[in-house]
């Protein structure tokens, strides 16, 4: 039973139910009388030849006939109408299902693992058509699979009014092709590794020759003949994998001819001989030689393609549920119980203590014995090479992994005895990826909402006033759309992280915030939101010492720790890693003048 359970044809045929019961019945109901109708349709020829031949009243087997005629015409469509809402609610279901699961748990590890992306990808994309025919359209399939299956065994069935093994060997004999051809009947092979990652190769090149991001390096860069050979390439290894898994295997083939060819010869071969010495009468015949006949669809019925395309997504989903919360769970937030409501300021002091931290899929520690306070309404910034782990401070400080040692504290409790979502609520960022979304400029700046007072205020501190209108969708492809560069983008992302402290946030992170402004903008903007912040606790992550150096405190990290601490000041005069890196910087900024002379024209 347990087997039987974790199969994904019974996943599938428990989630129909699950997502629209009624419809469910009901297509199940029409599924029997669909496959029992050619059998009872055969009963009832028999019946009016067998009055005609007796000349006995017709009228009875007349209507007989007429109401299975007209069932049988009209029970297809009707089914396939069933089946294609009952399909829809299916999708829809394990749509929400999903959504559900991406977005519960309060980490993000569940996105993250390799070993979930294929579920993942299924999941996502079931009923695009990209991998098969959208659930609806299957549902037909799977109708006339089992149909078939059905009907013939309704028909095998009425056999035994005429003998006990007519029917035994005639279903046996279909039955048995579906075992003797059961290595071509499904590509089975279809979930191996190398089959996923040829998916994911063609897929992903698919991606860049029709998706608009890479449209300009592919251009610019000559590369589409290389991403159509690559495509070409990849489908045609997916298709010879396919080709080669369902190619019928001709001793099989020929074995199963011979059982069928011997069950039938033997089958009508006897009710031939009966016929002949009047042991049965015309309408027996016609009856039994109509359902012998009929079996054949044993052959053609069953769990088709579809069944076992349409129960991977759900198999996908429902395996989801379980291992994404696992995956995207953080430790102890069942017992956050502690307050962080400080009633004298919204500011908090922040430390990094003796913190270690790997991310999952690799071996090696990003931070470790980590040591870093920020008093509260401080400013402090993060200097450090690329992959020093900056943005993974930022995302631990959100709260979005847990360390795998030491703590994150907050006023002196540690962040994993608070509330998530309350402790978020008093964060607010720019994230060096920040989203943009595409919806108005004021769900941009206020994605929960906020008064417009304060919306068009954050704009103008993010000097983002001037971009649109409050209602203008910012994303072409939507009525009255528009497209921003990259730099006025980053001002949006200022200006929400700017409307949140606003609305109450107390702890500001900001990562390269000004990675994509004009030096012009930099400046001034960066000034605007040291007054909007002034009373947060802030920590700058950047790479332009412009902007580092007016922080209240700078600290470098290197190699997961930090090595230097102190202002501006303190560390120019400690001529260590800091003093270096800014007098490269500073000195980009040194022109010489047309005698000669060294002309500072920027000045850091
Ligand atoms: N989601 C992730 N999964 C696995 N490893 C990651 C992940 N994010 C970052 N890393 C790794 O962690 C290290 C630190 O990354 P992080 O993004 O914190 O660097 P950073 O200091 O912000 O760098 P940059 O200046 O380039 O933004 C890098 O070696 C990176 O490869
Ligand atoms: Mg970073």
Same mark, same amino acid.
């Given at each position: 039973?347990?087997?039987?359970?974790?199969?994904?044809?019974?996943?599938?045929?428990?989630?129909?139910?699950?997502? =629209?019961?009624?419809?469910?019945?009901?297509?199940?109901?029409?599924?029997?009388?669909?496959?029992?109708? *050619?059998?009872?349709?055969?009963?009832?020829?028999?019946?009016?030849?067998? #009055?005609?031949?007796?000349?006995?009243?017709?009228?009875?087997?007349?209507?007989?006939?007429?109401?299975?005629?007209?069932?049988?015409?009209?029970?297809?469509?009707?089914?396939?109408?069933?089946?294609?809402?009952?399909?829809?609610?299916?999708?829809?279901?394990?749509?929400?299902?999903?959504?559900?699961?991406?977005?519960?748990?309060?980490?993000?590890?569940?996105?993250?693992?390799?070993?979930?992306?294929?579920?993942?990808?299924?999941?996502?994309?079931?009923?695009?058509?990209?991998?098969?025919?959208?659930?609806?359209?299957?549902?037909?399939?799977?109708?006339?699979?089992?149909?078939?299956?059905?009907?013939?065994?309704?028909?095998?069935?009425?056999?035994?009014?005429?003998?006990?093994?007519?029917?035994?060997?005639?279903?046996?004999?279909?039955?048995?092709?579906?075992?003797?051809?059961?290595?071509?009947?499904?590509?089975?092979?279809?979930?191996?590794?190398?089959?996923?990652?040829?998916?994911?190769?063609?897929?992903?090149?698919?991606?860049? #020759?029709?998706?608009?991001?890479?449209?300009? /390096?592919?251009?610019?860069?000559?590369?589409?003949?290389? !991403?159509?050979?690559?495509?070409?390439? !990849?489908?045609?290894?997916?298709?010879?994998?396919?080709?080669?898994?369902?190619?019928?295997?001709?001793?099989?083939?020929?074995?199963?001819?011979?059982?069928?060819?011997? #069950?039938?010869?033997?089958?009508?071969?006897?009710?031939?001989?009966?016929?002949?010495?009047?042991?049965?009468?015309?309408?027996?015949?016609?009856? &039994?030689?109509?359902?012998?006949?009929?079996?054949?669809?044993?052959?053609?019925?069953?769990?088709?393609?579809?069944?076992?395309?349409?129960?991977? *997504?759900?198999?996908?989903? %429902?395996?989801?549920?379980?291992?994404?919360?696992?995956?995207?769970?953080?430790?102890?937030?069942?017992?956050?119980?502690?307050?962080?409501?400080?009633?004298?300021?919204?500011?908090? /002091?922040?430390?990094?203590?003796? %913190?270690?931290?790997?991310?999952?899929?690799?071996?090696?520690?990003?931070?470790?014995?980590?040591?870093?306070?920020?008093?509260?309404?401080?400013?402090?910034?993060?200097?450090?090479?690329?992959?020093?782990?900056?943005?993974?401070?930022?995302? $631990?400080?959100?709260?979005?992994?847990?360390?795998?040692?030491?703590?994150?504290?907050?006023?002196?409790?540690?962040?994993?005895?608070?509330?998530?979502? /309350?402790?978020?609520?008093?964060?607010?960022?720019?994230?060096?990826?920040?989203?943009? &979304?595409? $919806?108005?400029?004021?769900?941009?700046?206020?994605?929960?909402?906020?008064?417009?007072?304060?919306?068009?205020?954050?704009?103008?501190?993010?000097?983002?006033?001037?971009?649109?209108?409050?209602?203008?969708?910012?994303?072409?492809?939507?009525?009255?759309?528009?497209?921003?560069?990259?730099?006025?983008?980053?001002?949006? =992302?200022?200006?929400?992280?700017?409307?949140?402290?606003?609305?109450?946030?107390?702890? !500001?992170?900001?990562?390269?915030?000004?990675?994509?402004?004009?030096?012009?903008?930099?400046?001034?903007?960066?000034?605007?939101?040291?007054? =909007?912040?002034?009373?947060?606790?802030?920590? $700058?992550?950047?790479?332009?010492?412009?902007?580092?150096?007016?922080?209240?405190?700078?600290?470098?990290? /290197?190699?997961?720790?930090?090595?230097?601490?102190?202002?501006?000041?303190?560390?120019?005069?400690?001529?260590?890693?800091?003093?270096?890196?800014?007098?490269?910087?500073?000195?980009?900024?040194?022109?010489?003048?047309?005698?000669?002379?060294? !002309?500072?024209?920027?000045?850091?």
């Amino acid at each position: 039973m347990k087997q039987l359970q974790a199969r994904q044809e019974h996943q599938f045929f428990a989630s129909l139910y699950r997502a =629209a019961p009624a419809l469910a019945v009901t297509w199940w109901a029409m599924l029997i009388v669909r496959s029992v109708l *050619p059998a009872l349709l055969a009963v009832a020829t028999g019946s009016l030849i067998g #009055a005609l031949d007796n000349g006995e009243p017709i009228t009875g087997s007349l209507v007989f006939v007429g109401i299975t005629f007209i069932v049988f015409s009209m029970i297809v469509p009707l089914h396939q109408v069933v089946g294609l809402n009952l399909g829809s609610r299916l999708s829809a279901w394990l749509s929400d299902r999903l959504m559900v699961a991406t977005t519960a748990p309060p980490g993000m590890g569940h996105l993250e693992r390799p070993e979930l992306t294929h579920d993942l990808t299924m999941a996502r994309d079931f009923d695009l058509g990209i991998m098969g025919p959208p659930l609806h359209i299957s549902m037909d399939f799977i109708a006339s699979g089992l149909g078939r299956l059905f009907g013939g065994l309704v028909a095998a069935a009425i056999l035994f009014n005429y003998s006990w093994w007519a029917p035994l060997v005639l279903a046996g004999g279909w039955l048995s092709t579906h075992w003797m051809l059961r290595e071509s009947a499904v590509w089975r092979d279809r979930n191996t590794d190398e089959v996923r990652s040829a998916q994911r190769h063609a897929e992903y090149a698919y991606r860049l #020759a029709v998706d608009a991001p890479a449209a300009k /390096e592919i251009r610019l860069f000559g590369l589409a003949p290389w !991403v159509i050979d690559r495509f070409v390439t !990849v489908r045609t290894t997916l298709f010879d994998l396919q080709r080669n898994a369902t190619r019928l295997r001709e001793r099989s083939v020929a074995g199963a001819l011979v059982v069928v060819l011997a #069950a039938n010869v033997a089958v009508f071969w006897s009710l031939g001989n009966d016929a002949a010495n009047g042991q049965l009468s015309l309408a027996a015949v016609i009856v &039994y030689m109509s359902v012998a006949a009929g079996t054949f669809t044993i052959a053609f019925g069953g769990w088709s393609w579809a069944l076992d395309g349409a129960a991977a *997504p759900v198999a996908a989903v %429902l395996r989801l549920e379980s291992s994404m919360a696992e995956a995207g769970a953080l430790s102890g937030t069942a017992s956050a119980t502690a307050v962080i409501r400080r009633p004298d300021s919204v500011a908090r /002091e922040i430390r990094f203590h003796d %913190l270690s931290f790997g991310y999952e899929s690799s071996s090696r520690p990003v931070l470790e014995n980590f040591d870093l306070t920020i008093p509260a309404g401080t400013s402090l910034a993060i200097v450090g090479q690329n992959g020093a782990g900056k943005t993974t401070l930022a995302k $631990l400080l959100c709260r979005l992994y847990d360390p795998q040692h030491g703590s994150v504290e907050v006023d002196g409790v540690d962040l994993r005895d608070l509330d998530v979502a /309350e402790w978020r609520s008093t964060v607010t960022a720019v994230f060096q990826d920040f989203v943009r &979304y595409e $919806l108005s400029l004021r769900d941009n700046v206020a994605p929960s909402g906020a008064p417009d007072e304060e919306i068009l205020a954050a704009l103008l501190e993010a000097g983002a006033d001037q971009l649109a209108d409050l209602d203008t969708v910012l994303a072409k492809g939507y009525f009255g759309g528009i497209d921003l560069s990259g730099g006025q983008w980053q001002r949006i =992302a200022l200006a929400r992280a700017l409307c949140a402290v606003r609305l109450g946030a107390g702890v !500001v992170l900001l990562d390269e915030p000004t990675a994509q402004l004009d030096v012009r903008g930099e400046s001034e903007i960066f000034e605007r939101i040291l007054g =909007a912040t002034r009373g947060c606790t802030t920590i $700058l992550i950047s790479h332009r010492f412009s902007t580092v150096r007016l922080a209240d405190r700078i600290c470098v990290l /290197e190699h997961g720790k930090v090595v230097e601490l102190g202002t501006h000041d303190e560390l120019i005069a400690a001529s260590g890693r800091y003093r270096t890196m800014f007098d490269l910087q500073a000195s980009r900024f040194i022109e010489l003048d047309e005698e000669g002379d060294e !002309v500072v024209y920027e000045k850091l």
